[in-house]
């Protein structure tokens, strides 16, 4: 893409991550899903910043249950952008509130 606006960009970034840990094997007709160990490695690798216990096994396990709406064992693309939006929602409201306090102490 040529001239991504900052959005664009974004949301290319994180499709390419997807794809980055999702499973390569799957043929044109099945939809890409991230394993339960890539998940972790995706984990302590691509957001070990934002979220604790990233080298929690069961930590990570508990969060793929509760991604895994279908209970297939396997994150899917859907599934991934609920985290992202888990993860987006509570660092907007941080953001917010440091917005806040700076206009504050103007």
Known sequence: MSQCT???WAVQ??????DKYS???CCCKKPRRISKKE???????????MLTDTGNRRAADKLI?????NKDG???FEEYWTLIGGIASPIAQIIR????C???TK
């Not at 972790?40 to 910043?49: A, F, G, T, V, Y």
């Not at 249950?65 to 709406?69: A, G, P, S």
């Not at 509130?97 to 806040?100: K, L």
């Open 39 to 49: 998940f972790r490695k995706m984990l302590s690798c691509e957001l070990n910043h």
């Open 23 to 25: 499973s390569h094997r």
């Open 6 to 8: 900052e959005l664009e």
């Open 102 to 104: 700076i206009k504050h």
């Open 97 to 100: 509130q440091q917005e806040q």
């Open 65 to 69: 249950c509760d991604l895994d709406e």
């Open 74 to 76: 396997r994150i899917s």
């Open 13 to 18: 970034v994180l499709v390419n991550n997807f």
